[in-house]
């Protein structure tokens, strides 16, 4: 008995359907598949595919129901269903376009093997278009399905469409040549003029895979003006598929030129992804041509461009055409470099969509889009169903939760449809089972992943929104208090200033610098003095260590030798001399948010360093002194703004009576890394970078040397708070 993966009666809103199934009878090489209309007319032409483990055919449909039966070529009694397909009018196209230089030879390259000096066949504008058309039904019947193995229905973009005498099978393009008046509704080809010449396309410099190109994306930037010229329908919101037709390899410059391969998704204007032709000939002009393309091991020869080095046979220059070109589009509709389809795996697994073989399972497909994506696609109008209920726009927040419940709250009202940690997609909650919250807890957590190391987390709402997180454990710190992995004992935190920002805002850098540190020989080492770097505003504090190093409290540089010069003209550095501590600290905050004014230190011996910048207004200032039974063991905060200057201060308090285990000091919420080594990078403010960890002392500063504690713009500062 024949499986498929089809429904007896199902709805299908799009042109062209990927249909996989098996036969019973392990004796069947091919199954014969005819669609007809109720009344018994003819849809579309009998077609033949091969049985391998599997069958895959594409069907093409008509509006209303497609009588559909698949005829083993065995003993195997056929399987015939009824699929109704229901043109969706009302949602967006997506429109395909063919930019042709104003001298134009409207011809394509072609390898020997396609006998281009013979016929046009393979060559022609023609030819082009007939395999643009085909090549966009098959990224439509491989996006609806994708979406259909991820349990989110078959859906998928429409095409635009005309009716024409230009049809998608070989055997209607015959009936054409006897019969003028033979037409069908096919997906409709724009071609775009623009007033750039041949040779002005096929600059050097406009070549996008010439590592000395200066303009390597002008030419998406020529398509969008020819289109914005060309008028209806690209006004408005729109995505566009764009092949450039004078795309040429040439051999002298060993160089594809007249390509590039780019897209970008503008939601108000023209989202469009771009590909040249250079890899054209090898796409099938028919639905007929698919199975042949698709296993042509021919070598192209030198004639054609290798892109990429991918395409050494011509199905592979099919693949890597029609994958890469997709890939483009996937950008026009809002799609990054994700994974799958997004990061080039087309290359190996896009024929396996079309080409059945034993073992041939989707799971080991690396030719898929990503489910953030497909999320993605699902709240894009090109992609909507009749089905589809409103969904809360809101994207997914995260929580700490309290004490009791030690962890993080994924919370999103239109269901949270994806978690990754680390790059590993969680097996709950999931696409078909998303849920409205999600609970991760910190000692689950810290079973599986090293606290010593960043956790990044990444959640997807139904609805397409990402909530990125580049480091859990460094999330978590924003607690008042911070467990020690493997203890009962926390941590406690107090700060005065806050961050203000977006969640993409990559201008602030947030820190966090103990009093102790793991030296370079793996031991800890303790600090020997703290320089309070102060000017008209705090430009933050710079801890020095005894084994020569030092930390900032504030942006890094790439590599930490090479971090941001802080200023201050009236910048003092205190010594923690052995059996001395930090007690108190005091911050100057006289704005709601941004920067901080002054800061002043105090150590157990009554000394201390620091400018509060007050005056006689000491109404801002803002005291951080531990708890009872608690002591300073660091400092955290976050620095930003337009100098980069601190807008929070705060100390890090562990209690007296409780040795710390050394591993608290290579806690990651606990580190102020080199951006080179951060989970995420964050907006540089100086120089860039070199090399090296932790900054060297310059010689003979390693020593418990310090300022006086005078010299500041406002006597008062060194009064006592």
């Known amino acids: 008995m024949i499986s498929l993966n089809i429904q007896n009666g199902e709805e299908i809103y799009q042109r062209c359907v990927l249909a996989i199934g098996q036969c019973g009878d392990d004796d069947t090489m091919s199954v014969t598949i005819s669609t007809v209309d109720d009344g018994g007319k003819t849809i579309f032409p009998d077609q033949q595919w091969p049985v391998e483990g599997d069958f895959r055919a594409l069907l093409i449909l008509a509006p209303g129901n497609n009588n559909i039966t698949i005829s083993p070529d065995s003993s195997e009694p056929p399987l015939t269903l009824i699929v109704r397909y229901i043109p969706l009018l009302q949602t967006p196209p997506l429109h395909l376009a063919i930019l042709v230089a104003k001298d134009s030879s409207l011809l394509i390259d072609c390898p020997p093997s396609k006998f281009p000096s013979i016929s046009s066949t393979h060559s022609s504008l023609s030819a082009a278009i007939a395999k643009f058309r085909m090549t966009a039904l098959m990224w439509q019947a491989f996006t609806a399905e994708d979406f259909r193995l991820n349990g989110l229905s078959r859906r998928s973009f429409r095409l635009e469409e005309e009716w024409t005498a230009s049809p998608s099978s070989c055997t209607l393009s015959k009936t054409h040549l006897d019969d003028k008046s033979s037409s069908s509704s096919v997906p409709k080809i724009h071609l775009i003029r623009t007033e750039h010449t041949v040779a002005d396309l096929r600059q050097a410099h406009r070549a ?5 190109a200066k303009e390597a994306d002008s030419l998406h930037s020529i398509f969008l003006s020819a289109l914005k010229a060309h008028g209806a329908p690209f006004e408005g919101p729109v995505t566009v598929a764009g092949l450039i037709l004078d795309s040429h390899f040439d051999m002298s410059q060993n160089l594809i030129v007249g390509h590039a391969a780019l897209g970008a998704h503008e939601p108000n204007g023209i989202s469009l992804g771009i590909f040249g032709s250079h890899l054209t000939y090898a796409w099938p002009r028919f639905i007929e041509d698919v199975t042949i393309c698709l296993t042509d091991n021919t070598v192209p020869g030198e004639s054609v ?58 799971a080991t497909n690396k030719c898929r889009w990503d489910v953030r994506d497909l999320l993605r696609f699902k709240a894009h109008g090109a992609f909507a169903l009749p089905s589809d209920k409103k969904m809360d726009r809101a994207g997914p927040v995260l929580e700490i939760m ?58 997807v709402g139904m609805n397409g929104k990402e909530k990125r997180t580049a480091d859990v454990w460094k999330f978590l710190s924003n607690r008042s208090w911070i467990r020690i992995p493997g203890t009962m004992t926390r941590l406690r935190k107090k700060a005065v200033g806050g961050v203000d920002r977006a969640d993409d805002d990559n201008s602030s850098w947030e820190w966090a610098v103990m009093l102790k540190k793991r030296g370079k020989n793996g031991k800890l080492v ?9 000017g008209c505003l705090l430009d933050g504090v710079i801890v020095h260590y005894r084994d020569g190093t030092k930390v900032p409290c ?93 807008n929070q201060f705060g100390i890090v308090t562990a209690p007296k009576d409780v040795e710390l285990p050394d591993s608290v000091y290579d806690m990651e919420e606990l580190q102020n890394r080199p951006e080179g080594q951060r989970s995420k990078k964050r907006r540089r403010l100086s120089r860039e970078d070199d090399s090296g960890s932790d900054t060297e002392d310059d010689a003979g500063s390693t020593s418990t040397s310090e300022d006086e504690d005078e010299g500041y713009d406002h006597a008062s500062d060194v009064d006592d708070f």
């Open 305 to 362: 461009g290798n892109d990429c080095g991918e395409c050494v046979t011509i199905w592979q220059a099919c693949a890597v055409g029609q994958g890469a070109f997709l890939h483009e589009v996937g950008h026009a509709f809002g799609a990054p470099h994700s994974s799958g389809v997004m990061t080039r795996g087309y290359s190996p697994d896009w024929a396996r969509w079309f080409i059945p073989a034993e073992g041939n399972e989707v």
């Open 208 to 212: 996008q895979q010439n590592p000395k």
């Open 554 to 646: 504030g942006p890094r540089g790439r590599h930490g030798d090479d971090d941001p010069h802080m200023g201050g003209h009236q910048a003092k550095k205190i010594a923690i001399r052995k059996g001395v501590e930090v007690v108190k600290v005091a911050v100057n905050a006289p704005h709601q948010q941004g920067s901080l004014d002054g800061l002043r230190i105090w150590l157990s011996d009554g000394s201390a360093r620091g400018a509060l910048n007050c005056g006689s207004n000491r109404d801002n200032v803002h005291v951080l002194v531990p708890d009872e039974g608690q002591r300073i063991i660091g400092f955290y905060g976050a620095s930003g703004g337009g100098w980069g200057c601190c």
């Open 526 to 534: 303790d600090a020997s003095k703290i320089d309070v770097r102060v």
């Open 402 to 459: 309290d004490e009791q419940e030690e962890g993080v709250r994924i919370k999103c009202e239109a269901g949270v449809g994806v978690v990754i940690l680390n790059g590993e997609i969680e097996p709950v909650p999931s696409l078909q089972k998303p849920v409205k919250e999600v609970v991760l807890k910190v000692a689950e957590l810290e079973k599986r992943f090293e606290r010593s190391k960043p956790l990044e987390l990444v959640s």
